[in-house]
């Protein structure tokens, strides 16, 4: 790469201050909208249930990925329009008398993981962790949003104010690192939840063993990035994480951790409080001590003080992932530990929507706390520094985000979690699931993987932020329908790539 573009691509994403948290949540917001209207045509015009047709795809395309990228781009300066565009014919469907009950079109048989077709009149046991749909939708939603920004960021098309920030205050992109490692801890409290109501659980040492094996292949993408970039003199933004750390070596380092922590919550039977307290502990380091001098002013002169952004950041990111893992322990299980098992599946959905809902109010009272000049610190968010206030932050838009999600899925499918043995589950299950979604949400992790590679590419063979807004948008259509289909072709033969 030019030496000359490398240095104005560096200054394109450089020294930049954000935007305002309500914009982000307009922005962010048009993902479930755009489900809220794609269930509706589910549900009411029976859109995709009985087959995935061109016209399907077309439409689920425009919808959970189309209306994303609009929002990140050519909506940027409008996306409370873009929402009501999106609910409005929502709302008019769902008012409306439809006709055939959703289901009555649907296959009598499903092809279960295995590839195998099962009849519906065998019925089944329900599994101690149902298919969450609204799961899969925010998930696959937080990917494609996180997929699209990685090269869009690289265009002016892009707005600046949703590109990292610096230093100190909010973006998307801020945002979407943190709901990256949010996620990731909201499907790994499934095997904490299986060991605790296991009678033999496994024991630290076990544990650490297991975690270093999840590590391991993160490492490996890490030392592959470092070596690739250095060797190709890409441009890197050094106040990100430094200058030889990368995200993938911070989520080698979860794992492990998280194993520690988890002999911590036998103590402290709350990973909500395990995260706050983790925050707190790190955020009075940086208040009391040198150490936020030495993050945000020190001199690179050896590995510590070159990598010192990636080193200390990992200690929030560990909170957002602990702040992840307890959400996973109410919203995955079907019958939450400690919870009555006589409730009704409408009396346990509406549960669950309410302490979604608790824990969003929580976390973002905690958020106003920690940001307020007249009650509270007078902190500022930091997704450099991974303060306090930006994993109270990432908290409470992740469980706002699958609050939105599921009251969608309760008032657009309530057949999902009224159903009384496994295949109809699974049926119901799947005509909730977007496919797309889906297919993000199985693979989300190689999909982060090539587009990246994909954006480097791109950047490599392009001069991007010399692109026009139209050459810009042809680009980012062609680069979300080559990935999209990658990830569909991985759905369609049910593959998923585990690293």
Not at 1 to 12: C, G, V
Not at 193 to 216: C, E, F, V
Not at 378 to 396: F, H, I
Request: charged share 15%; hydrophobic share 50%.
């Amino acid at each position: 790469m030019a030496q000359s573009y490398k240095l104005l691509k560096e200054d394109f994403v450089s020294n930049l201050s954000g935007g305002e948290i309500s914009e982000i949540n307009f922005v962010t917001g048009v993902a479930p909208a755009a489900v809220f209207l794609w269930s509706i045509l589910q549900s009411r015009q029976h859109f995709f249930v009985v087959q995935y047709s061109v016209a399907a795809l077309a439409t689920d395309f425009f919808l959970n990925i189309g209306a994303i990228l609009l929002a990140t781009t050519l909506y940027s300066g409008a996306p409370a329009m873009l929402n009501i565009l999106l609910i409005s014919p929502a709302l008019l469907l769902y008012i409306l008398p439809h006709g055939m009950r959703g289901g009555q079109q649907f296959s009598r048989s499903y092809k279960d993981a295995k590839g195998k077709v099962s009849d519906t009149s065998n019925g089944g046991e329900l599994s101690k962790f149902p298919i969450r749909p609204f799961i899969t939708a925010y998930r696959g939603a937080m990917m494609i949003v996180t997929c699209l920004a990685i090269l869009a960021v690289d265009f002016r098309v892009f707005p600046r104010r949703f590109a990292k920030v610096e230093t100190w205050g909010t973006s998307l992109m801020d945002m979407g690192v943190g709901s990256f490692v949010f996620s990731a801890g909201l499907v790994a409290a499934r095997q904490t939840l299986a060991d605790q109501m296991t009678s033999n659980p496994a024991k630290l040492g076990q544990r650490l063993y297991i975690s270093a094996k999840h590590s391991l292949p993160l490492l490996v993408l890490g030392l592959i990035r470092l070596y690739s970039v250095k060797g190709i003199d890409y441009a890197e933004h050094v106040t990100e994480y430094g200058v030889h750390w990368n995200f993938f070596f911070t989520l080698a380092l979860l794992p492990p951790f998280v194993a520690l922590f988890q002999t911590l919550f036998s103590i402290i039977p709350s990973y909500a409080l395990l995260s706050f307290i983790l925050g707190a502990v790190y955020q009075s380091l940086l208040e009391s001590t040198s150490l936020k001098a030495f993050l945000l002013t020190a001199p690179r002169t050896d590995w510590l003080s070159k990598n010192r952004e990636g080193i200390f950041s990992f200690f929030g990111y560990l909170a957002i992932f602990l702040a992840g893992q307890d959400v996973g322990q109410y919203v995955l299980p079907r019958q939450p530990l400690g919870t009555s098992t006589s409730l009704s599946p409408k009396a346990q959905r509406i549960r669950l929507l309410s302490r979604l809902t608790i824990s969003s109010v929580v976390w973002s009272s905690l958020l106003f706390l920690s940001l307020s000049y007249n009650y509270g610190f007078a902190y500022r968010v930091s997704r450099r520094l991974a303060n306090l206030p930006y994993v109270l932050w990432v908290s409470a838009f992740n469980c706002a985000q699958m609050t939105l999600f599921c009251l969608v899925e309760t008032l657009v499918f309530p057949k999902v979690y009224k159903a009384t043995d496994t295949v109809s589950e699974i049926q119901e299950c799947r005509r909730a699931t977007s496919t797309i979604l889906n297919a993000y949400n199985r693979n989300g992790l190689p999909m982060f993987l090539l587009a990246n590679l994909m954006t480097g590419i791109i950047n490599i063979t392009f001069h991007t932020i010399n692109a026009g807004r139209g050459v810009a948008m042809v680009i980012l259509f062609v680069y979300a329908i080559i990935l999209t289909g990658v990830a569909l072709v991985l759905e369609f033969r049910e593959i998923s790539i585990k690293v």
